[in-house]
């Protein structure tokens, strides 16, 4: 006989599809559209096996329905399972303790609804039956007291029943349950746990415990071993309750289980244990949707509100633990009610999951950024100043400008800002948001698309800042600053090499703005890029301009910070303004600073060899204040390192100064560098750097930056560097240049004279050989094609007379054989091909000259151990 079931909803589309799913399955269904009609056929002949019943009607609830059920006692054992809309644990639990025997939650899957009352009517069946056989029992007990043995055949048959029923009934919950012995083996399991589990049922028989626990989490390719807390409970007897678990299935996956376990002890003997448990899977992914919307806004993914406190708590210890600075920074759309309105909500939303995504591109690493209310979100930012804060802000304000796209429509949503400084302006997390609201609430009634500060003298400090920054910005655009020229000087013939340029601002009503005021805003803002060209574009011309007028040629030198070195291709940017200004690149110099250096290395080698190419000269600027590594330093295609002031204030007076300008001097040598000295502003530290062998030096003691007219007469009057002649002074180098046209040998003799050395001059290698019997010659530049005498054999003869003799050869042809032969009868120090560049020419003199001292130096250990010349040169 098929069971009866009575279905209570006040929705007659529910009634006909629970019926309809129901009657399906064979069993015989009524419905009743309300509570009073359902406690009507409740007690109808024949009574509902089990009733389904809708939580949610008018008149009369799915409760208080329940309640007169139970409160009838020809109703009282009639299981009931609520259907309800409603998923929620506190509403299932109280189903539950009001005497509901399951809850399914709507929309219902009708797998679900047909196990579940497949379960409750076995259920109610077992129950019908014990009761039924409980009083057939009794009335067998009283009717025959005396049949005493036939009472325990009936018992023993009955007990036999009983066991079988109550395997069916263990069979058919729905909780997994594990019969185990006492070493954790399985001797028993019922259908839920193998389905649950994923296994055939008999395949689990035997095995053991351990081998279906999941492994410990983070060891995930170990086994789990045998003190694991269940298997010692089972082995102790020892009763758990509420335990969680993770169960392994059979494809390897793991699920999270609450189980319960109870001893199995008969005459004082631990047998084993009985182990059951449930999947919580479902009930975890319900707690971590709690545990999001709990501290995350639903519509933009972003912490909201109670999250926003918990960090900036943290943020707030860090503060005080580290002195870092920590600032609050609150966020309002200014015309978001008016999207709201014309657009629709749908397009608020759009509008506010848009402004998220484009706040959260200019966060730090370190910033939170929350939702806090509809169009309002707050930025809890860690360590920055208030400089970097107002720099943040302001970008804010810029992104904010940019238009959304909603609905075909572009849409400019601009933000006012409030900002709130720890510990100044509170010291709590309700504090800071607080005032950090406030002050917003100041910039929107002062007309929106601002920032404000809530102290008012940070609120001037921002301003000024940003209208200086304005002002940068306007002065780069319309060529309003000015470049003044610092000259360089070779410290061995004291006349002018190069100059540095420096960019000046003549502010229109602030006066005259240095360099390290407006640098440091130009390096936050990214004006530094601009600028930078800028100052390389106008070096150029003007050094272009210089040579037009006649005056003599010398290289200017351009600093370039780390940031234009990562924000632009500055290969290419060179490359295109020497075509531009039309400036030969052996006259410009470019000054890379060491940061710039190590923020990629590798970058900035192939930086260099690139500009190498185009022949620009290159420096390290400030070198021995930075972190440069010297195993790095060798890979650079770099000319000179320029020493630092704050090593040459002191050189004089203070040995560790000393011994480091010492020491640079030496490395650069070493690596056939020049040496440049910045801030020289004494005849001592000249006298020193000459002593030390410095090549060369800028600061106040020969000329202070001057503009470029002004320059330009000390270019035009020869100006020169006087060097007193002194007991330590060093003694002229000498040279001799050996070529049979007449104009290269007056050529280089002037250029190198210039340059403070002694220059012989032959027109062929007889009369060279002659001149290097007659003079202490150190380096000689030779042709490689003479009358009489070819290159090749003057280079082996001149080196078999004099072995430290540092040749350089030179040629106009592509004459391999010539230099097969120089190469074969002594050692070329370097080639030049013919035209070769001033520039060229004397960069590879001075390295020359530097091996020529090398060599001397070594000859005198080993011919004597002679101390170094007096003016400790080298």
């Not at 500060?453 to 600053?481: C, K, P, S, T």
């Not at 007028?549 to 234009?564: D, H, K, T, W």
């Not at 710039?596 to 500009?611: E, G, P, S």
């Amino acid at each position: 006989m098929s069971a009866t079931i009575l279905i209570v909803d006040d929705l007659p589309a529910n009634l006909l599809v629970i019926g309809e799913l129901l009657r399906d399955a064979g069993y015989d269904v009524r419905a009743a559209n309300s509570g009073p009609a359902a406690l009507e056929y409740a007690v109808q002949e024949p009574k509902p096996d089990l009733i389904l019943l809708d939580i949610m009607m008018p008149g009369m609830n799915g409760h208080e329905v329940l309640a007169h059920l139970r409160s009838d006692p020809r109703t009282r054992d009639l299981p009931v399972i609520f259907v309800t809309a409603i998923d929620s644990i506190d509403e299932e639990t109280r189903g539950l303790e009001s005497g509901a025997a399951d809850y399914i939650t709507k929309p219902i899957a009708a797998p679900v609804v047909l196990a579940r009352v497949k379960t409750q009517l076995e259920l109610k069946r077992v129950r019908d039956w014990l009761r039924d056989k409980n009083a057939f029992l009794e009335s067998e007990v009283e009717r025959r007291v005396g049949e005493i043995q036939a009472v325990q055949a009936a018992s023993e048959r009955l007990e036999n029943r009983l066991n079988h029923r109550l395997e069916l009934i263990l069979s058919s919950v729905g909780e997994g349950i594990l019969g185990l012995d006492r070493d954790g083996i399985v001797n028993f399991i019922n259908g839920a746990a193998a389905s649950l589990l994923d296994y055939p049922k008999g395949e689990l028989l035997g095995a053991r415990l351990t081998g279906i626990l999941c492994p410990d989490e983070g060891c995930s390719d170990l086994p789990r071993t045998e003190d694991c807390l269940l298997l010692m409970a089972v082995r102790s007897g020892q009763t758990l309750s509420d335990h969680e678990e993770r169960f392994c299935r059979r494809d390897g996956s793991c699920i999270p289980v609450e189980c319960t376990l109870m001893p199995v002890i008969e005459g004082g003997q631990l047998l084993g244990a009985v182990l059951s448990w449930r999947d919580v899977s479902e009930r975890n992914r319900y707690l971590e949707q709690l545990e999001r919307k709990s501290n995350f806004d639903e519509l933009t993914g972003l912490p909201n509100r109670n999250l926003l406190s918990d960090r900036l708590e943290r943020a707030i210890r860090r503060s005080l633990k580290s002195s870092t600075p920590l600032m609050v920074v609150a966020l309002n759309l200014d015309r978001f009610k008016s999207v709201n309105e014309s657009l629709g909500r749908d397009a608020g939303d759009v509008a506010i999951r848009a402004m998220a995504d484009r706040l959260l591109g200019l966060l730090g690493g370190g910033d939170t950024l929350a939702k806090v209310e509809g169009d309002e979100f707050v930025i809890v930012v860690e360590g920055r100043g208030p400089e970097g804060i107002s720099r943040f802000a302001q970008s804010i304000l810029s992104a904010s400008l940019v238009p959304f796209s909603i609905g075909g429509r572009e849409v400019v949503l601009s933000l006012s800002i409030g900002i709130a400084v720890f510990p100044k302006d509170g010291e709590t997390v309700e504090a800071l948001i607080s005032n950090a609201t406030a002050a917003l609430i100041r910039a929107k009634r002062e007309g929106g698309q601002q920032f404000r500060y809530y102290a008012r003298e940070m609120n001037a400090r921002a301003l000024e800042r940003l209208d200086l920054e304005n002002d940068l910005r306007q002065a780069i655009e319309h060529g309003a600053l000015e470049l003044y020229y610092q000259p360089q000087v070779d410290l061995r013939g004291g006349h002018i090499i190069g100059a540095e340029a420096l960019v000046r601002w003549p502010h229109p009503t602030r006066g005259w703005i240095m360099p390290g005021h407006f640098i440091p805003l130009a390096e936050e803002s990214g004006l530094i890029v601009p600028l930078g060209e800028w100052v390389l574009r106008q070096a150029c011309l003007q050094n272009r301009a210089w040579q037009a007028a006649g005056l003599p040629p010398i290289s200017v030198a351009v600093n370039l910070s780390a940031r234009q070195f990562a924000s632009c291709d500055l290969v290419d940017l060179t490359e295109s303004i020497l075509r531009e200004t039309g400036l030969d690149p052996h006259f410009l110099e470019l000054e890379l600073t060491e940061s710039a250096a190590m923020l990629d290395i590798n970058a900035f080698i192939r930086a260099t060899k690139r500009l190498k190419d185009l022949c620009v000269s290159l420096s390290i600027d400030d070198f021995g204040t930075g972190f440069s590594s010297l195993s790095y330093l060798r890979r650079f295609e770099i000319d000179r390192l320029k020493i630092d002031r704050s090593f040459v204030n002191d050189i004089v007076h203070d040995p560790s100064s000393a011994a480091i300008v010492t020491t640079i001097v030496a490395l650069a040598h070493n690596l056939n560098l020049a040496a440049l000295a910045e801030g020289v502003e004494t005849e001592s530290q000249v006298r020193f750097l000459r002593s030390r062998d410095c090549d060369e030096m800028q600061g106040f003691y020969f000329s202070r930056p001057l503009p470029a007219d002004q320059l330009a007469q000390l270019l035009g009057s020869a100006g020169r560097l006087h060097i007193a002649s002194d007991p330590e002074a060093i003694p002229r180098r000498t040279l001799l240049v050996v070529d049979d046209d007449p104009f290269v040998l007056a050529t280089a003799k002037r250029l190198l004279d210039f340059d403070g050395y002694r220059v012989c001059t032959a027109q062929d290698g007889l009369e060279a050989l002659e001149q290097l019997a007659l003079h202490p010659i150190e380096v000689m530049v030779f042709d490689a094609l003479m009358p009489r005498m070819d290159g090749a054999e003057l280079l082996g003869r001149a080196s078999a007379l004099y072995p430290n003799l540092v040749c350089i050869m030179t040629s106009g042809y592509n004459d391999f054989q010539t230099l097969t032969n120089a190469l074969n009868r002594g050692a070329v120090f370097k080639f030049l091909s013919k035209p070769w560049h001033e520039g060229a020419l004397r960069a590879v003199v001075r390295e020359a000259l530097r091996v020529a001292e090398v060599r001397a130096r070594q000859d005198q250990g080993v011919t004597g151990g002679a101390k170094p010349d007096s003016s400790g040169s080298g």
